[in-house]
């Protein structure tokens, strides 16, 4: 099966913590296999190991990667790149040719301003509307679209825990 990984750009580990780790916990949920943070920050990486490790699956973040030899070293791997911003094409005019692809897909969120770079490096510039929003956000709607919302079902091997739906209150099963 198609790898799916994030590249997270910009992270400014005074400020981007807790966005950064809400990215790779989106990412995660909605079934992408990892993320690659390109700044310092144990922080990020010990955090989402911990859901990981309690919730189960295996989901890796690998922080300090220098972001344009991921995005060489992924293209060379023969892996797709598409990058969220809101001056790419909409989503639903690409996301089904994203999606019959079966090369790996590599998908880069950015904090503050993108490098400019980036623009030119990637196959596909995808705007999830083309107002301004929230890495988070365009991220989640991404990854429902390209696994047309079957990654809801998921199931995460080795979990340790597990929440039992319920109507009201709160059930969670230890494993
Ligand atoms: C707070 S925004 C910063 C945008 C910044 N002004 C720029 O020009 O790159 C952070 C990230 O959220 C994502 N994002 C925000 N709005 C988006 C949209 N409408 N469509 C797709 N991605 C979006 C992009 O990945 C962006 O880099």
Known sequence: MRKVCILRLGHRPERDQR????????????????????????????????????????????????????????????????????????VGEVVSDIRQRTEDLLIIVGAEKVPGDVYGMVDYNVSVTNQPHSEISSLAVFLDRLFEGREIEHRFDGAKIRVEPCGAGKRVIEL
């Open 19 to 90: 966005v950064t780790t809400h990215v790779g916990l989106t990412a995660r949920a909605l079934g992408a296999d990892g993320m690659y943070l390109a700044a310092d920050d144990a922080g990020v990486v010990g955090s989402i190991g911990d859901v990981v490790e309690r919730w189960g699956g295996a989901f890796f973040v690998e922080h300090r990667v220098p972001w344009k030899k991921c995005i060489r070293d992924w293209k060379e791997k023969g892996g797709i790149v598409a990058h969220l911003t809101m001056y790419g094409l909409e």
